[in-house]
């Protein structure tokens, strides 16, 4: 049995581990004595960064990480998103995301505060509520969105919270049903990215596809060639909203083709696809933070998806009530839209 002070060794160990993977919030180490025993006993390892390693996490190990991990974080307080935009009946149409400050929808009597600023080469004008309409996506008829849905099968990832993560994107789908014909791909990874299911329309398969496959191969966590593959095969999508969602629960330490997070990011904003990523246990905070300020999206960590899902709602309802601003004239010098809102701001080329 490890001594007193060879525990307070292990857990000033753990505490700097958790500094380095950006996890801001851990205990200090005098009030972690017995987490790190726990860490010691439970998960066979000394350190945190040595259980970031291992193949796979035991949920025993699991809850003897738990309190040395962050409180809940997300960025949906007071989100504006860009989603896509079309053209309809002649009309330019642009589509975005938008939550109060409380990370609640922005209803549409709240949404007449936007300010709605049409941009040329020389030029800005601010509109007035007679040159555009706001409405909701679902006024808008036809195949509007396509979603790669992204499951991480890493050894960290029990059978629990894989039934916990498919539950999230089922109440996401559901959501979707109700407000626009879609179609999406599903893909999971570990050492490697499968698709489990190519894109299809048909809601029932998509979800049967998220159900969870126990005999799916669990290793290490190829994070950054999963969004890649998601991201590229989105862009083929000929839809005017194009998002990828995917959850994890670790830190990149697998990917072959995608070696670089700038490589990501890059393509998502020459896409114009923004990036929902859900994130646990050891997910990166840090990461998380670039993926949503870098592709104009959304993060949020909780210590276990279990946890998450209460607060997924909030996303979910948020997306499913997608505000669409309908110009009701564009001048051939206007060159893009910028829409504020809340001390945020985001631009579309029209």
């Not at 496959?213 to 994070?223: I, K, M, P, S, V």
């Not at 990166?284 to 870098?294: C, I, K, P, T, V």
């Amino acid at each position: 049995m490890l001594s007193i002070l060879q525990s307070r060794l292990c857990v000033k160990k753990i505490v700097f581990a958790l500094s380095l993977l950006g996890l801001a919030g851990c205990q200090m180490a005098e009030d972690a004595v017995d987490s790190g025993i726990g860490l010691a006993r439970d998960c066979g390892v000394d350190n945190l960064e040595d259980v970031a390693r291992l193949r796979t996490i035991s949920d025993d190990c699991k809850m003897a990480l738990l309190e040395l991990l962050p409180d809940f974080e997300d960025n949906l307080s007071g989100a504006l998103v860009p989603l896509g935009s079309e053209t309809f009946e002649g009309k330019p149409v642009v589509f975005f995301a938008a939550a109060n400050a409380e990370g609640l929808p922005l209803t549409l009597d709240e949404a007449e505060q936007l300010k709605v600023t049409a941009i040329s080469e020389d030029a800005e004008t601010v509109l007035d509520a007679s040159q555009y309409v706001l409405k909701k996506l679902s006024d808008f008829p036809g195949r509007n969105i396509a979603v790669s849905a992204i499951v991480d099968y890493s050894g960290s990832m029990s059978n629990g919270d894989l039934a916990d993560a498919a539950e999230i994107y089922q109440d996401l789908f559901s959501a979707l049903q109700l407000t626009s014909m879609f179609e999406a791909n599903v893909l999971f990874f570990s050492d490697s990215v499968s698709e489990i299911q190519p894109f299809t329309d048909d809601a029932a398969v998509i979800k049967q596809a998220l159900e969870v496959n126990t005999d799916y191969e669990r290793g290490y966590t190829a994070l950054y060639d999963a969004v890649g593959t998601g991201l590229t095969g989105l862009a083929a999508r000929d839809v005017p909203i194009r998002l990828l969602v995917i959850a994890t629960d670790g830190l990149e330490n697998a990917s072959q083709t995608y070696t670089r997070k700038n490589e990501l990011y890059t393509i998502a904003r020459e896409q114009r696809i923004p990036v929902i990523i859900l994130g646990a246990l050891f997910a990166d905070l840090r990461f998380l933070r670039q993926m949503g300020d870098e592709t104009n999206g959304i993060f949020m960590y909780s210590r276990m998806f279990l946890h998450m899902k209460s607060d997924f709602a909030r996303l979910r309802q948020t997306l499913a009530e997608s505000i669409a601003l309908e110009l009701q004239e564009q001048k051939e010098e206007w060159e893009r839209i910028r829409i504020e809102a809340g001390g945020e701001s985001i631009e579309w080329p029209l």
